[in-house]
């Protein structure tokens, strides 16, 4: 099994009780291959409660000292709808 199906199997349960984390060395492509591989795949699971295609938030936690500000960010991207550096 490939890592984007490995990904895809992990959205597709009801629930986890651990998370996936993709790592690299910097400049290895981590932000290219997600953006490019695996969220066009994510994007068309179907969520089985709404009946609605999957849509994925991409921030950064590089510089991120405090899970508040993890969820400041995906507050900012989720409803605002703002483009962030993040």
């Not at 984007?4 to 290219?32: C, F, H, N, Q, R």
């Not at 994925?56 to 400041?72: A, F, P």
Request: aromatic share 12%; glycine share 6%; charged share 25%.
């Amino acid at each position: 099994m490939n890592i984007v199906e490995i990904i895809k199997s992990y959205v597709k349960k009801p629930s986890t009780d651990y998370a996936l984390m993709l790592t690299g060395e910097w400049g290895s492509g981590k932000t290219y291959y997600w953006k490019n591989k695996i969220v066009p795949e994510l994007e068309k699971i179907t969520n089985p409660e709404t009946g609605k295609n999957y849509r994925c938030i991409y921030v950064s936690l590089n510089g991120v000292k405090e899970v508040s500000q993890i969820l400041h960010r995906l507050f900012q991207v989720r409803y605002r709808g703002q483009k962030t550096k993040y």
